[in-house]
């Protein structure tokens, strides 16, 4: 079944009481899609809806596939390294004590061989040069942190990315 998104009578009010949405019927399918609207309109809080971030004062959001949400800011964690921000410092390590004769048999069933390839390929897919996965990412431009959110993402295969605010 494709990747789709719907949203069925879904209501939603902000901390301080004020009603954003009031049933929102809404579905979009996995194709290039715009929710454009003024600022402090709700658009950031509608994809956190989406995500499950937030839960909705009344209705539902149903989802086909897996969505995956870059930030307004996506580089609120920028003392962490590359590896850290892919999720695969574990995997690293694994290849790491298999590489210096120190894996077990738990290493060589759950090791993900290919790990570096796909991130040298996230990287390259979103404009970056050939980066260590331990650099820090404090050690980027604003530009390059951005890319870097997303090649994270679209190395986890999402069916759908949510880009919230993709041209800042």
Known sequence: MPAQISLNALSYRTPDGRLLFDHLD???AAERTAIVGANGIG?????HLITG???????????????ALLEQDPAPFAGETLA?????????ARLDRIVAGKGNDE??????????TRFQAALELMSLP??????????????QQTRL?????????????????PTN
């Open 43 to 47: 658009k950031s809080t509608l994809l």
């Open 107 to 116: 290493d060589l069933i759950e090791a993900d061989w290919d790990v570096e």
């Open 26 to 28: 809404l579905s979009f």
């Open 53 to 67: 971030d937030l839960p909705p004062l009344s209705g539902s959001v149903s989802r086909v596939g897996t969505a």
């Open 149 to 165: 959110s997303l090649a994270a993402l679209v190395f986890c295969e999402p069916d759908m990315l949510l880009l919230d605010e």
């Open 130 to 143: 050939p980066l260590s996965p331990q650099r820090h990412v404090k050690g980027l431009s604003g530009g």
């Open 84 to 92: 850290q921000r892919f999720g695969i410092e574990e995997q690293l």
